[in-house]
């Protein structure tokens, strides 16, 4: 898509509504509202206190108050009930009480009973018998003369006589081939023409023209006339409730009055019923004591030293051959796996690296672009059934593909 696709459309300047011309009313303004009409002024007087005043001078009359709790709750003349609780039947035992107990009177306490120690003496038993030193290590082991070890001398280094061929696959199968150089696709270059002056005009300024702008009305605002009359600061508690004679309020309650002097009676249902017992401390209950101590000493034999025999040693002789001396600087052999097995052979050029191989011949190219070449020595009539007997008697000789 392109800007030519995009043609040029007339353009008609949009119609702006003219309002009318303000036409000043000569009427006048009554400035009357709902709240002026329907709510009339009434003569503000003063309201009548409910509360009754308070004297300031108190009547020195005694006050007779009767509250309703004494004059309907009276308290009835009857006598006192007697708790509801089980006789008292216990009588406390007048023998002297024991204390001993259900274990104290089966599991009585028994003696220890005198035993006589059964353990030998600790005697050391002395055996001039010599100890037999002979093991299945000294009787069957037989010691062998060492060979001396073989030194392997390594071969010097040759160099090889033959130079290096610095020939690779890139070098001798990708050869470079002479061609057309490549033609720049690029525009000439023109030359700017420096006289001629800058165009200043653009497709925004051809096209979109400024419109013609109406000058928009404004109305001037009203002087700020203050009003003549004082501004009256009083609010309504301030106006209506006054309080030209204020006292606080007297409390209209009696004083409390304090009983002085008098016996307080302390005495409770717990105090009055339940007594405190006279009671005698009991001394603590000892078992007799019925353990004989022994008077023999403690032998301080355990089972270890009672039951252990001891055995005379047994002294064993030692079968590892003497040791010879440290050796001489004796040369370690070089010989290993590899230089045994390893047979060097003659490196080759590879035949792939050829244009055509020596010894082959071309027969064929597969479909993936590779050329098969055969042995000489394989005639063309036996190539399919003589494959199998030519790779047995030539085993070095074997199809060859090149890729091309």
């Known amino acids: 898509m392109d800007w030519r696709d995009f043609g040029p459309h007339k353009v008609l300047p949009m119609k702006i509504h003219q309002p009318n011309q303000f036409v000043p009313s000569e009427e006048h303004m009554d400035l009357l509202t ?32 009767l509250p309703t709790y004494k004059a309907d709750y009276l308290p009835w003349n009857q006598p006192r009930r ?15 009480f024991d204390s001993r107990t259900t274990h104290q009177d089966d599991y009585s306490m028994k003696g220890l009973v005198n035993t006589v120690s059964c353990k030998p003496p600790a005697v050391p038993k002395l055996c001039h018998v010599p100890l037999e ?15 001396k070890r073989f030194v392997y001398e390594p071969e010097k280094f040759r160099p090889s006589e033959i130079p290096f061929e610095s020939f690779t696959t890139h ?50 605002p009203a002087a700020y006339v203050p009003p003549e009359e004082k501004m009256d600061l009083l609010t309504t ?18 004083a409390r009055s304090v009983k002085k002097g008098g016996h307080f009676e302390s005495s409770t249902t717990t105090k009055d019923d339940y007594k405190q ?28 030293r009672a039951h252990y025999v001891p055995h005379p040693p047994i002294a064993t002789k030692s079968c590892k051959p003497p040791w010879a001396g440290p050796r001489g600087n004796i040369p370690v052999e070089g010989q290993t796996t590899y230089t045994i097995s390893f047979t060097p052979k003659e490196m080759s050029r590879c035949l792939a690296s050829y244009p055509e191989p020596p010894g082959y ?19 063309g009539s036996r190539r399919s059934s003589c494959l199998s007997v030519g790779d047995s008697e030539n085993p070095n000789q074997q199809e060859l593909a090149v890729s091309a």
Request: proline content about 14%; glycine content about 4%; aromatic content about 10%.
């Open 34 to 65: 709902t709240y002026k009409q329907d709510y009339n002024p009434y003569p503000i007087c003063r309201m009548d206190l409910i509360k009754p005043r308070d004297s300031k001078y108190p009547c020195g009359d005694k006050m007779e108050c």
């Open 82 to 96: 007697e708790l509801l609780r089980p006789p008292q039947n216990y009588q406390p035992a007048s023998t002297k």
């Open 133 to 147: 030193d002979l093991t299945n290590y000294k009787m069957s082991y037989m010691a062998h003369p060492l060979e």
């Open 171 to 220: 070098k001798e199968s990708y050869r470079g081939l002479m061609g057309e150089a490549a033609k720049s696709l690029k525009p000439p270059a023109r030359p700017c023409g420096r006289d001629t002056p800058f165009s200043t005009t653009t497709e925004f300024r051809d096209k979109y023209q400024a419109w013609p702008t109406p000058q928009v009305f404004s109305r001037a």
């Open 237 to 254: 508690v301030q106006a209506h409730y006054t309080y030209p004679k204020g006292a606080p309020a007297q409390p209209c309650r009696p």
């Open 277 to 304: 017992w006279a009671s005698v401390r009991t001394g603590p209950v000892r078992p007799v004591p019925q353990l004989n101590l022994p008077t023999e000493p403690l032998d301080c034999l355990t089972t270890t």
């Open 361 to 379: 011949i071309f027969e064929e190219t597969d479909a993936l672009g590779h050329r098969i070449y055969r042995p000489i020595s394989q005639t």
